[in-house]
Protein backbone atom coordinates (compact mmCIF):
# COMPACT_ATOMS: atom_id res chain seq x y z
CA UNK A 1 0.00 0.00 0.00
CA UNK A 2 1.09 3.47 -0.62
CA UNK A 3 1.31 5.58 2.66
CA UNK A 4 -0.39 9.13 2.49
CA UNK A 5 0.66 11.73 4.53
CA UNK A 6 -1.18 15.66 4.29
CA UNK A 7 -0.24 18.94 5.17
CA UNK A 8 -1.03 22.74 4.62
CA UNK A 9 -4.51 23.05 6.64
CA UNK A 10 -4.52 25.65 9.06
CA UNK A 11 -7.18 28.64 9.85
CA UNK A 12 -8.25 31.26 7.61
CA UNK A 13 -10.86 34.08 6.57
CA UNK A 14 -13.36 33.48 4.29
CA UNK A 15 -12.13 33.96 0.95
CA UNK A 16 -9.15 33.19 1.29
CA UNK A 17 -7.08 30.69 -0.64
CA UNK A 18 -5.21 27.38 0.63
CA UNK A 19 -2.95 24.84 -0.91
CA UNK A 20 -3.01 21.35 0.88
CA UNK A 21 -0.67 18.67 -0.38
CA UNK A 22 -0.65 15.14 -0.13
CA UNK A 23 3.11 13.29 0.15
CA UNK A 24 2.93 9.80 -1.03
CA UNK A 25 5.69 7.09 -0.84
CA UNK A 26 5.98 3.22 -0.08
CA UNK A 27 5.02 2.97 -3.98
CA UNK A 28 4.96 4.82 -7.65
CA UNK A 29 2.15 7.88 -7.07
CA UNK A 30 1.63 7.25 -10.70
CA UNK A 31 0.57 3.93 -10.35
CA UNK A 32 -2.77 5.35 -8.19
CA UNK A 33 -5.79 7.48 -8.91
CA UNK A 34 -5.89 9.68 -6.19
CA UNK A 35 -8.76 11.68 -4.05
CA UNK A 36 -9.62 14.28 -1.57
CA UNK A 37 -12.14 14.28 0.61
CA UNK A 38 -13.40 15.79 3.98
CA UNK A 39 -15.07 15.81 6.97
CA UNK A 40 -16.98 17.97 8.44
CA UNK A 41 -17.53 17.07 13.00
CA UNK A 42 -20.88 14.98 13.40
CA UNK A 43 -21.02 14.70 9.46
CA UNK A 44 -20.51 11.36 6.86
CA UNK A 45 -17.14 12.16 4.94
CA UNK A 46 -17.67 13.73 1.56
CA UNK A 47 -15.45 13.69 -1.58
CA UNK A 48 -14.09 16.52 -2.57
CA UNK A 49 -12.22 15.58 -5.93
CA UNK A 50 -10.19 13.13 -7.73
CA UNK A 51 -7.88 12.60 -10.44
CA UNK A 52 -6.31 10.16 -12.55
CA UNK A 53 -3.16 8.58 -12.86
CA UNK A 54 -1.70 11.54 -15.16
CA UNK A 55 -4.11 14.28 -14.68
CA UNK A 56 -5.76 13.95 -17.75
CA UNK A 57 -9.53 13.23 -16.12
CA UNK A 58 -10.58 15.24 -12.85
CA UNK A 59 -13.79 14.63 -11.12
CA UNK A 60 -15.36 17.36 -8.49
CA UNK A 61 -18.53 17.35 -5.85
CA UNK A 62 -20.47 20.31 -7.12
CA UNK A 63 -20.00 22.00 -3.76
CA UNK A 64 -16.28 22.92 -4.93
CA UNK A 65 -16.46 23.03 -8.65
CA UNK A 66 -14.99 26.41 -9.77
CA UNK A 67 -13.59 27.20 -6.76
CA UNK A 68 -10.70 24.39 -5.40
CA UNK A 69 -8.02 22.71 -8.27
CA UNK A 70 -7.13 19.00 -7.73
CA UNK A 71 -3.22 18.26 -9.54
CA UNK A 72 -0.30 16.11 -8.83
CA UNK A 73 3.09 16.01 -9.65
CA UNK A 74 4.53 12.35 -10.06
CA UNK A 75 7.61 13.20 -9.77
CA UNK A 76 7.28 14.48 -6.82
CA UNK A 77 5.10 11.91 -5.38
CA UNK A 78 2.83 14.65 -4.10
CA UNK A 79 -1.12 16.05 -5.08
CA UNK A 80 -2.61 19.38 -4.28
CA UNK A 81 -6.10 20.70 -3.90
CA UNK A 82 -5.68 24.39 -4.30
CA UNK A 83 -8.35 26.03 -2.62
CA UNK A 84 -9.92 29.19 -3.49
CA UNK A 85 -12.67 31.73 -2.15
CA UNK A 86 -12.99 29.49 0.93
CA UNK A 87 -16.37 29.57 3.02
CA UNK A 88 -17.03 28.78 6.51
CA UNK A 89 -18.78 25.39 5.09
CA UNK A 90 -15.67 24.27 4.00
CA UNK A 91 -14.21 23.64 7.35
CA UNK A 92 -13.70 20.32 7.68
CA UNK A 93 -11.01 17.73 8.17
CA UNK A 94 -9.38 17.05 4.78
CA UNK A 95 -7.94 13.39 4.17
CA UNK A 96 -5.81 11.77 0.75
CA UNK A 97 -6.82 8.77 -1.01
CA UNK A 98 -5.65 6.38 -3.11
CA UNK A 99 -6.53 3.58 -5.49
CA UNK A 100 -4.86 1.51 -8.20
CA UNK A 101 -8.78 2.50 -9.76
CA UNK A 102 -11.07 5.07 -10.00
CA UNK A 103 -13.34 4.26 -7.11
CA UNK A 104 -15.78 7.19 -7.91
CA UNK A 105 -17.22 9.85 -4.69
CA UNK A 106 -18.17 6.65 -1.76
CA UNK A 107 -15.14 6.87 0.32
CA UNK A 108 -15.28 3.53 1.80
CA UNK A 109 -14.37 2.28 -2.01
CA UNK A 110 -10.70 3.92 -1.77
CA UNK A 111 -7.77 1.65 -0.43
CA UNK A 112 -5.25 4.05 1.61
CA UNK A 113 -5.99 7.39 3.75
CA UNK A 114 -3.48 9.90 5.16
CA UNK A 115 -4.23 10.77 8.80
CA UNK A 116 -6.03 14.47 7.19
CA UNK A 117 -4.98 17.90 7.97
CA UNK A 118 -7.57 20.49 9.53
CA UNK A 119 -9.11 23.33 7.67
CA UNK A 120 -11.22 26.17 9.39
CA UNK A 121 -12.32 29.22 7.39
CA UNK A 122 -14.10 31.54 9.77
CA UNK A 123 -15.86 34.45 8.85
Known amino acids: QVQLVESGGRTVQAGDSLRLSCAAS????????MGWFRQAPGKEREFVAA????????NYADSVKDRFTISRDNSKSTVYLQMDSLKPEDTAVYFC????????????????WGQGTQVTVSS
Open 51 to 58: INLFGSDI
Open 26 to 33: GRTLSRYY
Open 97 to 112: TAAPRYKGNDYASWDS
